[in-house]
């Protein structure tokens, strides 16, 4: 086997998914469906069985992928000191995932942090993903994931940066006379509290939802809402408030308990 043939079998184990590892690899779809041809022609094995709209591997293939992943890695390991990154030349496009949170707060200085130390470099930032099996899968296809401490993360880590959150718990407008938001389609009212507290501090203003997930709870932050000033700010401010609340529990409406109604009923309303 020559060792193009050996990173496309390493590709298709890790991503079991044609097109992700042509990405990995640089390669068309065709091309990798070729070198997957060729690969269960060696073997005289499927390796990637198609189940659904997906692919599964194969007993072999689960077999060779721990194996084909140390042979490549014991390679790059032997190859890695001839090609040594340089900043000044390099056109590499580095991927990157991390909580929309890390994003807030490291975008803009990352991106200016090239600019001026490697200006031929770019950077794909994209969200990590909440299932364990493609967060495996985007661990794989990524040069770096910045998220929380706490997560069992293999390979290197080290701390990025620290910040102190405190958290502002307001309760839903009960009384009426909040701030007027729309949430989805309807008109409500929510306390305009947190967007003033923040203003008024000077501390940044970060929506945040919990739902459970098969690993456990899972606690999302949105992003930086900015302070703007006047009434029409404070509206402005609660109402990215209401729609990243809206956002999120529709993506999980089965963790939103509520105690009491929170939208008028038909007979409230006329």
């Given at each position: 086997m020559d060792a193009n043939l050996l990173l496309a079998l390493h590709a298709l184990l890790e991503e079991r998914n044609l097109t992700h590892a042509g990405e990995r690899?640089?390669?068309s779809q065709p091309?990798?469906?070729?070198?997957?041809?060729?690969?269960?022609?060696?073997?005289?094995?499927?390796?990637?069985?198609?189940?659904?709209?997906?692919?599964?591997?194969?007993?072999?293939?689960a077999e060779l992928r721990p194996h084909v992943a140390g042979a490549v890695e014991a390679a790059e390991a032997l190859l890695g000191n001839q090609r040594e990154f340089d900043p000044t030349s390099s056109t590499k496009r580095f991927a990157v995932s991390m909580s929309e949170y890390a994003m807030t707060v490291l975008a803009e200085?990352?991106?200016l942090l090239l600019g001026e130390q490697a200006p031929g470099c770019s950077v794909a930032l994209d969200p990590i993903v909440d299932d364990r099996d493609r967060f495996e899968?985007?661990?794989m296809r990524r040069d770096l994931i910045i998220g929380p401490r706490g997560f069992d993360f293999p390979g290197r880590m080290q701390?990025?940066?620290?910040?102190?959150?405190v958290c502002l718990v307001a309760d839903r407008d009960l009384s009426g006379t909040g701030v007027p938001v729309r949430w989805g389609d309807h008109p409500?009212?929510?306390?305009?509290?947190?967007a003033l507290v923040a203003r008024r501090s000077g501390a940044a203003l970060i929506p945040a939802v919990c739902a459970f997930?098969?690993?456990?709870?899972?606690?999302?932050?949105?992003?930086?809402?900015e302070p703007r000033?006047?009434?029409?700010?404070?509206?402005?401010?609660?109402?990215?408030?209401?729609?990243?609340?809206?956002?999120?529990?529709?993506?999980?409406?089965?963790?939103?308990?509520?105690?009491?109604?929170?939208?008028?009923?038909?007979?409230?309303t006329g």
């Open positions: 690899l640089t390669m091309a990798m469906s070729g070198a997957l041809a060729r690969l269960r022609k060696h073997f005289d094995d499927e390796l990637l069985v198609r189940t659904g709209r997906g692919f599964e591997l194969s007993p072999l293939a200085p990352l991106t899968s985007q661990l701390p990025v940066f620290t910040d102190e959150l409500v009212t929510m306390p305009g509290g947190p997930t098969t690993t456990g709870m899972r606690i999302t932050f949105g992003a930086v809402v000033p006047g009434r029409e700010g404070l509206q402005a401010m609660t109402q990215e408030v209401a729609t990243f609340f809206a956002r999120q529990i529709g993506l999980h409406p089965e963790d939103w308990h509520m105690l009491q109604p929170f939208f008028p009923t038909r007979a409230e």
